[in-house]
Nanobody
């Protein structure tokens, strides 16, 4: 019912910035919390950031707190991830997800259970 398409990935130097976008289509009027996960080769998919349906609450993994900012533009049905001060360990495929729990608390409390709809991912590579 919801389709998600990520964009904005690419190759940047350490210390640089990227802005990822996730465009939603389909049943976009539902009260979905939105989030970002990332997965490096050979590793598990890890939670990065999330935002509640209202936009009033945000959640971040400790590894990105203070560097990444999640936001959403409901008029454009789009969620963003602004990534600053990028580090080589940020290199991964970044996935956008929508969760039917509108508060987004499931992302923070039980991230392995969060996410009802997923995008295809966008590659982020940070060079040294």
């Amino acid at each position: 019912q919801v389709q998600l398409v990520e964009s904005g990935g690419g190759l940047v130097q350490a210390g640089g910035s990227l802005r990822l976008s996730c465009a939603a289509s389909g049943h976009t009027f539902s009260s979905y919390a939105m989030g970002w996960f990332r997965q490096a080769p050979g590793k598990e998919r890890d939670f990065v950031a999330a935002i509640s349906w209202s936009g009033s609450s945000t959640y971040y993994a400790d590894s990105v707190k203070g560097r990444f900012t999640i936001s959403r533009d409901t008029a454009k049905n789009t969620v963003y991830l602004q990534m600053n001060s990028l580090k080589p360990e940020d290199t991964a495929v970044y996935y956008c997800t929508a969760d039917e729990g509108p508060s987004g608390v499931r992302f923070a409390m039980m991230p392995t259970m969060a996410g009802d709809y997923w995008g295809q991912g966008t590659q982020v590579t940070v060079s040294s």
